[in-house]
């Protein structure tokens, strides 16, 4: 359908004003294609920026938060300010019923042009069954070989890809992650000359740091062939080979007879999937010596999580066959692998702080990422860790650290009366 340009901008306008008419917006304001504003021109904390009158039906008509975030990739509308703040519309959304009023007010977007659109990044695809060893391969290789040198211009030196730990909240990241490992090295109470499995073990960080402040011998595995390449060379340029061997291989697949002292998994266990717990739990008790730790450091539902309408955004372009389990459910399946649980410590608040960081460095470097990813690979990353910080921050999201023993023979854990160790 033909329609004006008054007639376009008369339509976006009577869209929001119903679209947030129960639920207005405070940190967010909307800029049309022709600079007019709405509701008002008052500075906000992010101004979401229509690019072309056919912006919001792009955004809302297919009725899915995956089309959303298509919306974004394509440059149908930009966010200037705060991207974590606009996750507000999200928000809104949800108390009037989320989609459903998105399709009580499908005139006004069937009022609206439709814009052809360039190609999106790829998305996921494997024909393997969902966990399968080749397919979770490929899973990890989509995420973490997208480029080392895109991820070294945003993360810490250690390249340490997960939640920090702050002990004040303007600490800066460098100091945070290396928080971070010597608190998983105390709660682990690693002495010198034990044998350490680290599942996941990304570009290296924990092993070699656990083996430097520590005096232990880390044996670290991942899917990534990036991750494994970068991870070696670093072992290599630091001495440590003798210490630290870095494994390209599924931790489902070492040896029989493979033993450790103690066994970390810091941000893996959300690539292995609820159903596929029992078999992560058991095969990590199998690898641990009786009288050992395992530490478990992994994402999980919130006490206010909601799954996403439709098909999810995070599944197509950034974490594909990710799963994020309540956690009861890990808690289970740890118990019945024969683990007792020690402590558990939900971290969102750090990770929230992580990820503004990362926003913040990544934000800083657009113009060098373009030289490793294209724009819309960019703006996936920017999106989905600006959504994420705003999850932990509200508690749709959780991080988990849960302490695991596997007490021997005679029912002894082999661990202190107190905690007071973790914090000296």
Known sequence: MKTTISTEIEATRRFLDELFADAPLRQVGFRLWDGTAWPEAEPRAATVVLRHPGALRAMFSPGTEKALGEAYLHDDFEVEGDLEAAFEIAESLAVQHGWKRILALAYHLHRLPEKDRKDAPATFGADDPEHSLRRDAEAVGFHYDVSNEFYQLWLDARMVYSCAYFTEPGAGLEAAQAAKLEYLCRKLRLRPGQEVLDIGCGWGGFALYAAEHHGVRVTGVTLSE???????????????????????????????????????????????????????????????????????????????????????????????????????????????????????????????????????????????????????????????????????????????????????????????????????
């Open 226 to 424: 990036a991750q494994a390449r970068l991870a070696q060379a670093r072992v290599r340029a630091a001495g440590r080979e003798a210490e630290v061997r870095i494994l390209r291989q599924d931790y489902r697949t070492l040896r029989p007879g493979l033993e450790f002292d103690a066994i970390v998994s810091v941000g893996m266990a959300e690539h292995v999937g609820r159903d596929h717990l029992a078999e992560y739990f058991r095969t990590a008790g199998r690898l641990l010596r009786p009288g050992g730790t395992f530490l478990n450091h992994a994402i999980g539902e919130g006490y206010c999580y909601e799954a996403s309408a439709g098909p999810s955004f995070i599944d197509a372009y950034v974490f594909p066959d990710s799963d994020l389990p309540p956690l009861p459910l890990v808690a289970r399946a740890a118990a019945e692998a024969g683990f007792e649980i020690r402590d558990v410590e939900n971290l969102r608040e750090h990770y929230a702080l992580t990820l503004r960081h990362w926003v913040r460095r990544l934000e800083g470097a657009h113009e060098q990422a373009l030289a490793f990813v294209n724009e819309p690979t960019y703006r996936v990353w920017r999106v989905y860790m600006a959504g994420s910080a705003r999850g932990f921050a509200r508690g749709r999201l959780a991080i988990y650290q849960t302490l695991l023993a596997k007490p021997d023979a005679a029912g002894e854990a082999h661990l202190p009366l107190t905690r007071r160790d973790w914090y000296g």
